[in-house]
């Protein structure tokens, strides 16, 4: 069975930083890219960034340039989107995902996690 588990959500305050955490098992992830996104309440969910599972190739949205950045630990199959100086617009559920087509678009990931929350107070 196939898992992708978020952590490392929370409360913070506007220009804190947070790191999330989302571990996959269940299968072999060695061709995915893996993916991040957040959805806000009454909003679409929408891309955060990206990065191939060798750790060589990673993509963010505009948004987040810059701030964030995504790291892998093969190892531990554990993907990490370290978020720096958030803003409250940031406050969003973010979920980990996993493709095997990659893409900026959440239909093209196969694996989702349940999400974990974070809220950016001002």
């Known amino acids: 069975q196939v898992q992708l588990v978020e952590s490392g959500g929370g409360l913070v305050q506007t220009g804190d930083s947070l790191r999330l955490s989302c571990l996959a098992s269940g299968r072999s992830f060695s061709t995915a890219t893996m993916g991040w996104f957040r959805q806000a309440p009454g909003k679409q969910r929408e891309f955060v960034g990206r990065?191939?599972?060798?750790?060589?190739?990673?993509y963010y949205a505009d948004s987040v340039k810059g701030r964030f950045a995504i790291s892998i630990d093969n190892a531990k199959n554990t993907v990490f989107l370290q978020m720096n100086s958030l803003k409250p617009e940031d406050t969003a559920g973010y979920y980990c995902?996993?493709?095997?087509?990659?893409?900026?678009?959440?239909?093209?990931?196969?694996?989702w996690g349940q999400g974990t929350h974070v809220t950016v107070s001002s």
């Open positions: 995902a996993a493709s095997f087509t990659s893409g900026l678009l959440p239909g093209q990931y196969t694996y």
């Open positions: 990065i191939s599972w060798s750790g060589a190739r990673m």
